[in-house]
Every structure is written in C-alpha cells, then in structure tokens.
T-cell receptor
Framework: KQEVTQIPAALSVPEGENLVLNCSFT??????LQWFRQDPGKGLTSLLL?????REQTSGRLNASLDKSSGRSTLYIAASQPGDSATYLC???????????FGEGTQLTVNP | GAGVSQSPRYKVAKRGQDVALRCDPI?????LFWYQQALGQGPEFLTY????????KSGLPSDRFFAERPEGSVSTLKIQRTQQEDSAVYLC????????????FGPGTRLTVT
C-alpha cells in the first residue's frame, strides 16, 4: 500500500527565507506527483504537477523536483512571504489505482 | 471560468440522520473524485467516477456511504444513519481526462455529527 510522508510536520520561518519542504513515497510506480496548498477552512489549490517522466517543475517562486527512483520530492519556496503561510500537501497518483494518495502535510508559518 | 463548487459548505447533523452532499465539477470534466479529510490529516480517497460510471468505490468506509453521478456531471455523496466518526471535510475534485490528469478541488463540505 502506498504511503506518503511529509517532513517537517510544521515549519516557522522569518519572511524572506528560502525553504524546502520534503515528501517521500514508498511505491515508485506513479503517474505523477502533485503539490497543493490548503488555507484554513478552505479546499486545496494545485500548485505544481510533475509527471513521472519529469525531474522538476517551476512556477514563480516555487520549484518542485521529483526523484521517482528514490521516492522523493521537494518543494522549494524562494523568498518566502507571510502570504505563503498555509498547509502544503503532496500527493501521488499511482499507476495501479485511480486515486491521489496524500501525505499529512507541512504547516508553514512565515513571520513578518 | 467557474471552478468546482460544493454545497452545502457546512452541515450539522444529529447522529442517525441522513445527509446529502453535492458537487458541481468544472464543466466538461469527465473524471470526478470524492475524498474525506479528517482534522489535521491529509485527504483520503472515497470514490471515483468517469462520466456517469462509478469505476472505483473501494475507499467508501461502510455501506452507509453511497455516491452517484447519474448524468455524468453533478455528483451527490449520501451518508445514511450518520455517526460521529463521519465528522470530517468532504472534498470533491474533477479532472479533464481519465484518471491521472491534474485534479482541481472544491472548497469542501464540513460535516459535523452531534
């Protein structure tokens, strides 16, 4: 059974820092990996999707990498801002199933 | 354009009541997914539709949970005889292609069973 783990569970940084969120998964047979942002009481906003054949994707200050063989992904946030404060979730779509399997998330706080 | 919408946004039910949660996917999206998110946890898969066909319902926790998408657009998740452990946020997502396309999520319905 696929298991997705995110480290750290919570992170607090001062504004302007660059930071890295980590995601690992146990079964490398995946179609893609997706990073989401969730604000309190809200749904999920898709940030980046990396296909299994890709190594990374970039959007603005966000860069996500994927190493499928080792079962790892990282989300890099450059020059963090207070508006980046949210919970960040990673999820994988397995080739054997019809679902996203999520980690438990990293709760990020960026202090002004 | 309009995103995924869900209604109601909040629902309080007494234990034993039946509830129905609605999802309006993005127009034209063929795939629709339901997830359950407990407090402080990541979402967990419930069921998947491709058009009107329910192709995977392996995540439904009990036979009290039932989902339908009769015309391949709007979907309803029904929970019969609600229990306290059913309290969670129920998220709906849709995608433009079969299976492994990017999923777009609605705001969720927060269900509280008292």
């Amino acid at each position: 059974k696929q298991e997705v783990t995110q480290i750290p569970a919570a992170l607090s940084v001062p504004e302007g820092e660059n930071l890295v969120l980590n995601c690992s998964f146990t079964d490398s047979a995946i179609y893609n990996l997706q990073w989401f942002r969730q604000d309190p009481g809200k749904g999920l906003t898709s940030l980046l999707l990396i296909q299994s054949s890709q190594r990374e994707q970039t959007s603005g200050r966000l860069n996500a990498s994927l190493d499928k063989s080792s079962g790892r992904s990282t989300l890099y946030i450059a020059a963090s801002q207070p508006g980046d404060s949210a919970t960040y979730l990673c999820a994988v779509f397995e080739t054997s199933g019809s679902r996203l399997t999520f980690g438990e998330g990293t709760q990020l706080t960026v202090n002004p | 354009g309009a995103g995924v919408s869900q209604s109601p946004r909040y629902k309080v039910a007494k234990r034993g009541q039946d509830v129905a949660l609605r999802c309006d996917p993005i127009s034209g999206h063929v795939s629709l997914f339901w997830y359950q998110q407990a407090l402080g946890q990541g979402p967990e898969f419930l069921t998947y539709f491709q058009n009107e066909a329910q192709l995977d319902k392996s995540g439904l926790p009990s036979d009290r949970f039932f989902a339908e998408r009769p015309e391949g657009s709007v979907s309803t998740l029904k929970i019969q005889r609600t229990q306290q452990e059913d309290s969670a946020v129920y998220l709906c997502a849709s995608s433009s292609r079969r299976l492994a396309a990017e999923q777009y999520f609605g705001p969720g319905t927060r269900l509280t069973v008292t």
